[in-house]
């Protein structure tokens, strides 16, 4: 016993995140380790490998000092004092949110479910299909990399269960950085090379889209599947295998020099490739910095695809907790974390959103991380939405801000 209360004094040294602190002082920072950052998730063996240790040691110490049968006594009190404060204590958590817990169906049992869900199931049963793709997508790669979980997660995982169906996606956090990567450029078609296509085999896949905005490249999936079903919680779509990584195609193309330091078009495409400043060089996220201001006028009002590329030290939740700022008027409308990442390259991963702007308003483009760590970033672009821009280059060119 001795040697698992030891344990769990090792874990309450984790939990206490004593480790970083103590790395620290040694100037070494190990990213698999700040998975241990969180206090409350080591500190249960602790709190359970208490009391086990600590009764059987008070009986042995206690037992020369009282008569066997009044100790027996106090000793058996003490445990049921001990297993009622238990009781007390647990109470909270078994009545928390008891009203709303208890009144969601049991998801298991097909026959409970609503019957929206029934005519769902079997659609899914009858097609020929080899996996679930849930829109928006949500995945996460051990807090590192994240699209994160929105409606489209509970209708996958019903379809997935009572159709026996994987889901190309999951919302682990200890997930794979490089399996995240792979999985979320699965939605890159402009990307060559895609190393899972080899784990696919002929058949199609099934397009769960629910009510909830869809990120840029997840229209440009959608937009190559078939509709084939609607109810009042979702569509389904039927997406060919030959489709998955095909490039889709805007009814606009306009061409630009990449090595061109700004472009203002009267076609409202805005691209910085890079300039001598922060954040084009490298900076801290502790600071803010305006990648760049919009002036009023110079762009029509409409929808906007905003990308850019962010160049990151190394595969941790720390060098990616940057944030992007649109701010409008000195008031932010929105903050989105770079970390939702549209494709993974080698030196650098695309961030790409989906923004609404009034031409006679002037806009801030915004830069600020959550933590001491630093980045640079390069390619900024504004293109108008169902417009593609091909940067042309000697050597290469990138679509959308994708390299093809």
């Known amino acids: 016993m001795a040697s698992v209360f030891i344990a769990s004094v090792l874990l ?7 480790h970083n602190d103590l790395l620290s002082l040694i100037h070494i920072r190990i990213s698999a380790l700040d998975q241990f950052r969180a206090a409350g998730r080591f500190i249960w063996f602790f709190y359970y490998c208490l009391p086990l240790f600590l009764f059987p040691v008070l009986y042995h110490t206690l037992n020369n000092y009282f008569v066997s049968v009044k100790f027996l006594f106090v000793f ?9 404060l238990n009781l007390f204590e647990a109470n909270s958590i078994f009545k928390f949110n008891q009203e709303v817990f208890w009144q969601f169906t049991n998801f298991f049992n097909e026959d409970a479910l609503k019957d929206d869900e029934k005519k769902q199931v079997r659609f899914a049963r009858g097609a020929n299909v080899q996996a679930i793709i849930p829109l928006p997508f949500y995945h996460e790669g051990s807090e590192v990399y994240s699209r994160p ?12 269960y009572h159709c026996n169906l994987p889901i190309l996606s ?7 950085t490089d399996e995240t990567e792979e999985v979320i450029n699965v939605l890159n078609a402009y990307k060559k090379g895609h ?32 509709p084939v079903f609607r109810d009042s919680l979702l569509e389904v779509a039927v997406l060919k295998k030959e489709k998955l990584f095909k490039k889709p195609t805007d009814t ?4 630009i020099q990449r090595n061109k330091k700004k472009e203002a078009l009267a076609s409202g495409i805005v691209f910085i490739g890079h300039e001598n400043r922060k954040p084009f060089l490298t900076t801290s996220m502790d600071d803010y910095e305006t990648v760049f201001t919009l002036d009023s006028n110079i762009l029509k009002s409409g929808n906007y695809i905003l990308s850019l590329h962010c160049h990151y030290k190394e595969k941790s939740y720390t060098a990616v907790s940057c944030n ?14 770079l970390k939702a990442f549209s494709g993974f390259y080698e030196e650098y991963a695309v961030f790409e959103q989906k923004i609404s702007l009034n031409g006679r308003k002037k806009y801030d483009f915004l830069l600020k991380g ?35």
């Open 12 to 18: 309450l040294f984790l939990a206490f995140g004593l």
């Open 76 to 84: 058996k009190s003490v445990c049921i004092a001990f297993f009622l």
């Open 149 to 160: 979980e929105t409606g489209s997660m509970l209708p996958s995982m019903i379809l997935s």
């Open 170 to 176: 999951s919302f682990l956090s200890q997930t794979s």
């Open 195 to 226: 190393p899972c296509e080899n784990l696919m085999d002929k058949r199609d896949f099934l397009l769960l889209k629910t009510p909830f905005p869809l990120m840029a490249d997840e229209e440009r999936l959608y937009s190559k599947a078939l």
């Open 252 to 255: 606009q193309t306009f061409f």
């Open 324 to 337: 992007l700022i649109l701010s409008r008027g000195g008031e932010w409308i929105q903050n989105t974390p």
């Open 370 to 404: 959550t933590a001491g760590m630093s980045y640079r970033i390069s390619n900024f672009m504004l293109r108008p939405e169902n417009t593609t821009v091909i940067q042309l280059n000697k050597k290469d060119s990138i679509i959308n801000n994708f390299p093809r």
